[in-house]
């Protein structure tokens, strides 16, 4: 009679187990790599996206911005002509206005000289935004923190941006 003792194929059992939970456990740890790679992704977007848009804002306008409602808002003043946070340049001065409403970012649009405001909303995944002006008005500080960002940046990622115009204007 020819065949595997008890014995053998309890062996064999045991070092199948062994090699299935390795190969899980390899599974387990890659899987949340990828996830933890993708929250790291989309925050490194979100934070692209809004270094870029603010970037343009701030750079172009030739007053220095103001923030209100608490550090929650950033009124920058744009002349005509200007590229919008929409995207157009409209042909009348005008106010953008960013604040975060419901996870998005969003920015109004108001003629300096009266009319109806429109808004758009810019970017969704934004948990929390604030503003503030540093250095006597040269500076804007922009802290935003994505949602699902990890815990190393749970307190926001700042964004620096220098009022360009206004500071080459006092010399």
Known sequence: MKGYTLLELMVAMAAGMF????????????????????????????????SQVFTRSIKQTNVSPVVSNGFAQLSVYQSSGSISCHGDAPIFDYTEDYT??????VCAITPTAGGDT?????LK???????????????????ITPDNVPDLFENGIDIDIAVTRPIIGQF
């Open 19 to 50: 090699l299935l939970a390795g190969v899980s456990m390899s599974y387990s740890a890659i899987k949340s790599t990828i996830v933890v790679t993708q929250e790291l992704s989309h925050a490194q977007e979100v934070v692209r996206y809004t």
């Open 100 to 105: 975060l409403v419901n996870g998005f970012l």
């Open 118 to 122: 429109v808004t758009v909303n810019l």
């Open 125 to 143: 995944g934004v948990n929390t935004l604030s503003f503030d002006i540093l250095y006597s008005d040269r500076l804007v500080r922009i802290t």
